[in-house]
């Protein structure tokens, strides 16, 4: 078994910051197993859209174009961790964020956190 666990959602503001967080763990988690680990997000009535990844050994980064120049991914591979920082938000941000980590042939999902931003 493996679980994402997604941290950090809540209201912010247009043109506030936010940083959600999501932690690997599991009975079955191999660290150096989990090659890639992202965000995806999904608001009220749309279909689920990638955000951003990060390839957790190269670090090699990955946005959509809708959150380029304000979203940073990093990761802390000693904590098992991905982080998402938010600047600059908009009210279209509004969504729930989703963690999505590869491992191997597995893609494993986080439940997802709210994110709601006020205009």
């Known amino acids: 078994q493996v679980h994402l666990v997604e941290y950090g959602g809540g209201l912010v503001q247009a043109g506030g910051s936010l940083r959600v967080s999501c932690v690997a763990s599991?009975?079955?988690?191999?660290?150096?197993?989990?090659?890639?680990m992202g965000w995806y997000r999904q608001a009220p009535g749309k279909e689920r859209e990638f955000v951003a990844e990060?390839?957790?050994?190269?670090?090699?980064?990955t946005y959509a174009d809708s959150v380029k120049g304000r979203f940073t991914i990093s990761r802390d591979n000693a904590k098992s961790t991905v982080y998402l920082q938010m600047n600059n938000m908009k009210p279209e941000d509004t969504a729930v964020y989703h963690c999505?980590?590869?491992?191997?042939?597995?893609?494993?999902w986080g439940q997802g956190t709210q994110v709601t931003v006020s205009s």
């Open positions: 999505v980590g590869t491992m191997g042939a597995m893609t494993i």
């Open positions: 599991g009975r079955t988690f191999t660290p150096s197993r989990m090659s890639r």
């Open positions: 990060v390839w957790t050994s190269a670090g090699n980064t």
